[in-house]
């Protein structure tokens, strides 16, 4: 457990502590050319012109290259069928200067493609979104692999906190496989008690008066109320939501939390923005440079977090 740099008075700062983590790759990134004369690589492609979808790989795409990485992009038209975008992978699956290969989700409704198939596709090694089959099995055996990132930056907030995690009652809203499936694993592997609740849960409010840390991730605009939260619990709040603002003058971004209501009750929360989205690309260039070492038999470097 670390004294905390990232929480002020209550905030937990997903922002500067994802700067940290983009600073530290970027220094290990230049002991690796040195050492080794090689630059990871991410290679993230995009099925379709959906503009959020556009604006998150951008992002993705500038942050490596400000790491120092090497970055692709691969724009595929929307009505790609399955056996083009695997095609795509398997070039990149083959291409030894590419370290961490991406597919952008979720897949446009006009191609064939199923989103198992594609991600599956993507060798192991190479899966830095941690979504496939087989480093699904590993974060679920315990064993060392590539995570998802989302989960991943939510856990690395989580040990920033004065607080010891073992034994916390954590309640985990959504059972996504990008988030709330793996972040359920991670916190049983920190010793937490895990419940998984969903749409489909009975008695939610009587789940979040008794949990000691809730993870939303529902997609839910400011569902979870003030009143829910047990008094001093953690919040992390994944949502990314766009809604109108009060006067429905402009769209402002919110969490799945209700903010304002939660903030007094709380002891910790991430807020939305600046919370748990940064983490999810340093997560990701973290990834990248994980399974760049390990695919050339490097040790990888280890953040101390
Ligand atoms: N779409 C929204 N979040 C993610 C993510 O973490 N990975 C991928 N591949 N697509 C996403």
Same mark, same amino acid.
């Given at each position: 457990?670390?004294?905390?740099?990232?929480?002020? &008075?209550? %905030?937990?700062?997903?922002? =500067?502590?994802?700067?940290? *983590?983009?600073?530290?790759?970027?220094?290990?990134?230049?002991? /690796?050319?040195?050492?080794?004369?090689?630059?990871?690589?991410?290679?993230?492609?995009?099925?379709?012109?959906?503009?959020? &979808?556009? %604006?998150?790989?951008?992002? =993705?795409?500038?942050?490596? *290259?400000?790491?120092?990485?090497?970055?692709?992009?691969?724009? /595929?038209?929307a009505n790609s069928s399955e056996k083009q975008i695997i095609y795509q992978i398997n070039k990149l699956n083959n291409d030894s200067n590419v370290d961490g290969i991406l597919v952008q989700l979720p897949l446009p409704k006009i191609s064939n493609a199923l989103e198992r198939n594609v991600i599956n596709a993507i060798s192991p090694e190479k899966d830095v979104d941690g979504l496939s089959i087989v480093n699904s099995g590993k974060l679920v055996y315990g064993d060392n692999g590539l995570f998802p990132a989302t989960p991943s930056g939510c856990i690395i907030?989580?040990?920033?906190?004065?607080?010891?995690?073992?034994?916390?009652?954590?309640?985990?809203?959504?059972?996504?496989?990008?988030v709330g499936k793996p972040i359920a694993n991670m916190l049983l592997k920190e010793n937490c008690t895990v419940t998984v609740a969903h749409s489909k849960t009975k008695n939610l409010i009587e789940e979040c008066k008794e949990a000691d840390i809730i993870i939303a991730a529902i997609g839910i605009p400011n569902f979870i109320k003030g009143e829910w939260i047990k008094k001093d619990s953690i919040i992390i709040?994944?949502?990314?939501?766009?809604?109108?603002?009060?006067?429905?003058?402009?769209?402002?971004?919110?969490?799945?939390v209700d903010y304002e209501g939660a903030i007094n009750v709380c002891s910790a929360i991430t807020p939305v923005p600046g919370g748990v989205g940064p983490m999810t690309i340093a997560c990701l260039l973290l990834n990248t440079l994980k399974g760049s070492c390990i695919r050339r038999n490097i040790e990888p470097p280890v953040y101390n977090f």
């Open positions: 457990m670390n004294t905390n740099s990232v929480i002020n &008075s209550k %905030i937990i700062d997903g922002k =500067k502590k994802s700067l940290a *983590i983009r600073e530290w790759i970027k220094v290990e990134i230049l002991k /690796l050319k040195e050492s080794y004369n090689f630059i990871p690589g991410l290679a993230v492609i995009i099925v379709g012109d959906d503009p959020a &979808s556009h %604006i998150y790989v951008k992002n =993705k795409e500038k942050q490596s *290259i400000e790491v120092g990485m090497n970055s692709w992009k691969y724009v /595929l038209p907030l989580l040990k920033h906190l004065p607080i010891n995690l073992s034994g916390k009652k954590a309640l985990v809203i959504g059972r996504s496989n990008l709040d994944v949502g990314i939501n766009r809604i109108d603002n009060i006067d429905n003058t402009q769209k402002v971004i919110v969490g799945d």
